[in-house]
Nanobody, 125 residues
Framework: QVQVTESGGGSVQAGGSLRLSCVAS????????MGWFRQVPGKEREGVAA????????YYADFVKGRFTISQGGAKNTIFLQMNSLKPEDTAIYYC??????????????????WGQGTQVTVSS
């Protein structure tokens, strides 16, 4: 089973930056769709960004375009989320997800099956 581990959350003031990291054990698969989601208590989890390890596909939710950047590490099973110009409304638990059976395209990145435990991001005003 694919295992996903994220790290890098914390507290920052509005306008600040944080970088999240995620590693997935792909269990023999070469590439995977990997991405970030976030959830505020009482609200549905929402997709933030995703990237396909096989190249070509990077996807962002409209509310983070221009502020967040998803990237891949040297290893295809590692991704990062650089979050700049953070706002109090970005406060949430951020989850990393992975799925070696999809390529992220056509909205499929929002259906990933394997999840990390989440990391808290708190932005104060």
């Amino acid at each position: 089973q694919v295992q996903v581990t994220e790290s890098g959350g914390g507290s920052v003031q509005a306008g600040g930056s944080l970088r999240l990291s995620c590693v997935a054990s792909l269990r023999g698969y070469t590439y995977a769709c990997m991405g970030w989601f976030r959830q505020v208590p009482g609200k549905e989890r929402e997709g933030v960004a995703a990237i396909y390890g096989g190249g070509g596909g990077i996807y962002y939710a409209d509310f983070v375009k221009g502020r967040f950047t998803i990237s891949q590490g040297g290893a295809k099973n590692t991704i990062f989320l650089q979050m700049n110009s953070l706002k109090p409304e970005d406060t949430a638990i951020y989850y990393c997800a992975a799925d070696p059976l999809i390529d992220c395209s056509g909205g499929s990145w929002k259906t990933m099956d394997y999840w990390g435990q989440g990391t808290q991001v708190t932005v104060s005003s």
